[in-house]
């Protein structure tokens, strides 16, 4: 009900845009809610899945890695296609991928298929995340207007993390299909709606001149840097093995930004890192992926390992983290309009780093006496999650719009297999494990106020007053999209 209110609040902000268009932001929120709820959805149902389909412990944690893996590899080559082909089209495209995948998931009677259907839900991920944070900073100019359609995309990601660790308890007590079958209709609706909420894109663009040899050596550099991260992490992992990937991962990225620098066309325009609002958001979101990113996942050990609640017990438990970060994302779209992308940012910062030390105070204790750290930590979460997308997308000509978003998701997504590695690492280390690791946390969402110093001020965003006009491009409209006031060219 909280994070109902809260969207029904910012989407009450654009009222004064066509009904059409406040149609089409919730379609968007609905696509970011189904993006975070398959990161959370099966953790508690995964000793179901390992039992019933005959995993091994070593398998199982792929249920999760696989999905992690293939969204943060692709993000970029499909940041590139939302921009080149359309966003409506990789929008669409990404949510056939999850609705196939989601009934081949339901429908797995193995170890393999179920894993491959995981891996095509995380291509899914990997189309709808950087079109839909395209199509809102593409479609609302800065100001009032983006900084609300900001915070309903936000907020239902957001919402979509917390929501699945309470709808794969409820789900896991009937049986663990339901964790996938719950994604179908989701998929349907949002697959039928698009054509009617979102203008048709123009024709591709120099079909001819697509950056081949950056999309291959990016995302393959992408995806072993995920994978050697993530099998970093696990306590038999295979040291050389491991080495192996870091060296190739290397190789390929050094290839990857030879083909960018030289290519006319290239997958990820490296005039895009002159922007140094862009530079700092990328840098701060990765630290926050390390960090407070990570808070969740500690949580939903502590709630079932800890203190040893049950599946359905731990997901109504994460209804506190829910609401708080709903609120942080509502109050930081308040804030932002009113002192700035800075402010908000370093006051979510201090405020999860101040949470998460209180957790680490209260590990000993009972649910109630963490509830003050989990609010304050789920509060900040909220504050930065919005605010360092809009720092990373501000100035950002809309035709670049897709890859900026990619970027800065495939920045998240690295950040936060990066922070799973080590508290992983940390939580196998020995004695007082959460408390170290919460500990780890905290610190880093300190460091994390660095590069807040990058991030443009207020008067560089090229705000927009409340009655400005809705760019018409991409929600019940035609035509190319108009660059937003204060848009800085590539050069």
Known sequence: ?????????????????????????????????????????????????????????????????????????????????????????????????????????????????????????????????????????????????????????????????SLGALLGGVLAEISWRGVFLVNVPLAAIALAGAPALFSRDTAPTRRGGFDVMGACTGTAAAVLLVLSITEASEPDASWAWVLACTAITLALALLFFRAEATNSNPLLPLALFSHRSLRGALLLITLY??????????????????????????????????????????????????????????????????????????????YPALAPGILLAGLGMGLVFPAMFAAATTGIPPAHAGIASATASTALQIGTAVGLAIITWILHAGDQNLVAALAAISGIAVAAILPVILVSHPTQTGGTPDDAPVQSSSLAGDGDPMPARGSAPLN
């Open 289 to 366: 992926g390390i960090s407070l990113q990570s808070v969740p996942y500690v949580l939903t050990i502590h709630l079932r390992d800890g203190l040893g609640m049950t599946a359905l017990e731990a997901g109504l438990a994460f209804l506190l983290p829910t609401g708080a970060i709903a609120a942080g994302n509502i109050t930081g779209e308040r804030l932002m309009l009113r002192f700035g992308i800075r402010v908000v940012l370093v006051t979510g910062l201090v405020t999860g780093a101040a949470g998460t030390g209180l957790m680490a105070a209260a590990i000993d204790a009972r």
């Open 1 to 161: 009900m909280i994070v109902t209110s809260c969207l029904l609040s910012s989407l009450g902000g654009l009222m004064q845009s066509s009904s059409r268009a406040r149609a089409g932001m919730g379609l968007l929120g609905l696509s970011s809610l189904i993006t975070g709820l398959d990161f959370t959805i099966v953790y508690v149902a995964l000793p179901d899945i390992q039992r019933e389909l005959t995993f091994t412990d070593r398998q199982v944690q792929w249920v999760v890695s696989a999905y992690a893996l293939v969204f943060g590899g692709f993000l970029l080559l499909f940041g590139r296609l939302s921009d080149l082909l359309g966003r409506r089209r990789v929008f669409q495209l990404g949510m056939a991928l999850f609705l196939v995948a989601s009934l081949a998931g339901a429908a797995a009677t193995g170890p393999a298929v179920l894993l491959a259907a995981r891996g095509v839900q995380g291509l899914g991920a990997a189309a709808l995340f950087p079109s839909t944070l395209a199509l809102v900073t593409s479609t609302f100019p800065q100001g009032h207007r983006r900084s609300r359609a900001m915070t309903i995309w936000a907020a239902s990601g957001a919402s979509g993390l």
